[in-house]
């Protein structure tokens, strides 16, 4: 019986002898491992193999009556596999049991064909035998076609020539095409690196069904594709499909999430391979799948896009189909840092604005049967918005039309209480104290005063950031809400049968007049402030000791130094325009109130 040994050689490196009780005739050497062997046994079942011997027979033929011990020796270069293929091969043709495998079964089948191995030349043979596993056990299964179609990345063009790696891709179409996603639970990798499995639209961890997609994301590129030409042209179902992606580009491409840290393994080190990779998983995301998860993965891909620098047509697709789903972002998803030099803020503004826009490109573009979800997707917009206002209003280099733009682009029903918005703007005006009073003035007409709350209001009337317009106009409708306020208090009092609850609501409604008389009275002091004013005004504008050309000099000269344009109209707190005394307001309009949080 055959026995294998395996001895460390010179530095060429190690050497198997097949020990049968007679002296090797042969040494084939693959990878340099020589493997030293018997001519009978390798002739009878590899027609290569008789053929080499043959020759080498041919050409040292001994003379008459001499006989010379040959030892022939054969150098494989471009064998199929590894050393370790041609042994399997070579016990097989020494009548060894080999343990066939999804893993190993294509070596052994390109090892074959290699070797000439076939059924004409001898019966059960390496070709049938690897022929016939694949049929009845590989391509029976997805798993066991996902390991095969993997090591063919090692056989090329070979595997591919001998239709390995087509079967393989067919089988797992095939397979995969009478799957039902909501009972197989596709896994997906989330940002924190854990594989989940989503059921009938909810999310689950679980640990089943997640070796296939471990296995396809060791494919190589180019297999890889081969896998997702042929998912799209049999229509598979699109989870499937952005399941295989996102475990794939998880697996090779680096910075997809914040929260996983793990130095990633992957053959795609270079740059151009990352680019190439990007542009393969963005072109074949599908266009109609929207999810949270998605979403995540998709800022991801366009914070590496940015990186790597990747052409505008790739970062283009990405925010566009990011403003599509931009409802199921998170504050912290909109955070994508500047990475060029000419960006002068901390985030790229810009990216976030051209997002909105396709978003709201799309929310025009909906149809109107489905007005509920429209709504509730706008409002959860809007709070996003107002929130990364908030987040970057506090960048010293974010310029005043900037954040001008980026607020004014939502339509007003994406706001139902613009106290998000004002707190926002109040951080930059305290960000930015040198913001003139022309810009603030802009910035405040962001702002719906009607849709601030009570708390708000009170904030704002006391500000000294503001604008002195937008105080008026925030008094204004303060008192209005106080109104409101009392009717409602009133009314509900008088549904109310027992005494004491009634004493109560009385002493309410004196606290709330006394805030409205209050109230009123600032109002007044602003107004005598204006009257003051004309006055001044008029009595500059008469003629002076020498011509009368002074008084119109001193009233241009009075408005620079309190920073406004007179007009010669009585100002009252029921016109539109209020002339802006900021610099001379009087202190007892000054309050301390916390901001509202």
Known sequence: MATWENQSSN???????????????????????????????????????????????????????????????????????SSETFELAAKFSYGVKIDLSAANVAFLRCAGEYLEMTEEYSEDNLISKTEKFLSQFVFKSIKHSIITLKSCQHLMPLADSLGITHRCIDSIVTRASSLNPALFGWPVSDTTGRTTRRKGGLVAHSGECSFEFEEISFLGLPLFKQLLLAMRGAELNTELIENCLMHYANKHILGLSRSNRKPLTSSFSSEAHQKELLQCVISNLPLEKNSKPLTIFLFGLLRTSH??????????????????QLHE????????????????????????????????????????????????????????????????????????GKFYNLAISLPDQARLFDDSLYRAVDIYFKAHPRVSEAEREKIC????????????????????????RAVVQVLFFEQIQLRHAIAGTITAATTREEGDTWQVTVRDNQVLRFDMDSMRTRVHQLER???SMKSVIEKMDEPGPQGGGGGWWASM???????????????????????DMRKGRPNHLQHHRSHPE
């Open 11 to 81: 530095s060429k490196g190690q050497a198997w002898f097949c020990t049968t009780g007679l002296p090797s005739d042969i040494v084939v050497e693959v990878d340099d491992m020589n493997f030293h062997l018997h001519k009978f046994p390798l002739m009878s079942k590899s027609q290569k193999l008789h053929q080499l011997i043959k020759e080498k027979e041919t050409m040292s033929i001994p003379e008459e009556d001499q006989i010379v011990e040959q030892n022939y020796h054969l150098k494989f270069f471009d064998f199929p596999g």
């Open 307 to 324: 990186i790597l620098n990747a052409s505008e047509e790739c970062r283009d697709a990405l925010e566009k189909k990011i403003g599509s």
């Open 329 to 400: 972002a998170t504050l912290d998803d909109l955070l994508i840092p500047s990475y060029s030099y000419l960006n002068e803020t901390l985030y790229d503004v810009d990216c976030v604005e051209r997002i909105l826009g396709h978003f709201l490109r799309s929310f025009e573009e909906e149809n109107v049967s489905v007005i509920g979800a429209k709504s509730a997707a706008l409002i959860l917009v809007g709070k996003l918005i107002d929130g990364y206002l908030s987040e970057i209003a506090s960048d010293a280099n974010l310029k005043p």
């Open 445 to 468: 007409g962001v702002l719906d005063f009607e849709k601030l709350t009570l708390e708000a209001c009170t904030h704002a009337a006391q500000n000294e950031r503001l604008p002195l």
């Open 529 to 531: 402030e204006c009257s």
């Open 557 to 579: 000269g009075l408005g620079r130094k309190f920073g406004c344009k007179f007009k010669t109209q009585v100002c009252n707190s029921h016109e539109p325009v209020v002339v």
